[in-house]
Structure formats: structure tokens, C-alpha cells
Nanobody
Framework: QVQLVESGGGLVQPGGSLRLSCVAS????????MGWYRQAPGKERELVAT???????NYADSVKGRYTISRDNTKRTVWLQMNSLELEDTAVYYC???????????????WGQGTQVTVSS
């Protein structure tokens, strides 16, 4: 059974920083893409950032220059370094992975349980 377990959320003041971590476990063959999404109260879930196994990254315009995504393929871990946090960054952040369970297997989406990030003075 595949699990994505996030950690690192919390309460921070505007302008502060947080680092989120997510570890994938289970019988996994390959994880081509890992990333982060977020959902604020009353809003739809939105892309924050993704990173491929080869290190190609993609960011939402709202976080470019402030957030940095990285991963360690051997540890099946993805991080999100969040700097210069703003009130509007408050949301539940979800880890995401597109992965295969075996050679030639179908690519499937998996999600973590979410971690709360609250930016408040």
C-alpha cells in the first residue's frame, strides 16, 4: 500500500519561512513526478509546485521566487521550502505523487493527508 506522509506545517508570521517534507512509502517502482498542491478555505485545490525525477520544476506564478521544491529520488522524499510567506499562503498543503507500482505499470496519482500552514500575525 502506497503512503505519502507530510510533515513540517505550522503557524508562522508574515515574512517567515517553513519547510514541508513528504516521504513516499510502499511497493513503488518509479515516481516520475512529485509535488505540492494547496487548498485554502472556500477555494479549490491548486497547484503549488511539481518536480520530475530528472529535476525539472514547475511553479505557480503566485509562489515563484519565494518557494523552492526539491527531491531526493533514493529517499523518495520531496521538500517545499517556503520563504517570504504571505497571509494568502494559508492553506492545507497536500503532497502529490504520480507513480507506477511495477515495470510498465499504469501511472497513478496519490495524495498525502495534508498539513496545515497558517500565516498570521
Amino acid at each position: 500500500q502506497v503512503q505519502l506522509v507530510e510533515s513540517g506545517g505550522g503557524l508562522v508570521q508574515p515574512g517567515g519561512s517553513l519547510r514541508l517534507s513528504c516521504v513516499a512509502s510502499g511497493s513503488i517502482f518509479s515516481i516520475p513526478t512529485m509535488g505540492w498542491y494547496r487548498q485554502a478555505p472556500g477555494k479549490e485545490r491548486e497547484l503549488v509546485a511539481t518536480i520530475t525525477r530528472g529535476g525539472n520544476t514547475n511553479y505557480a506564478d503566485s509562489v515563484k521566487g519565494r518557494y523552492t521544491i526539491s527531491r531526493d529520488n533514493t529517499k523518495r522524499t520531496v521538500w517545499l521550502q517556503m520563504n517570504s510567506l504571505e497571509l494568502e499562503d494559508t492553506a492545507v498543503y497536500y503532497c502529490y505523487a504520480a507513480l507506477t507500482l511495477r515495470i510498465g505499470g499504469r501511472l497513478s496519482d496519490y495524495w498525502g493527508q495534508g498539513t496545515q500552514v497558517t500565516v498570521s500575525s
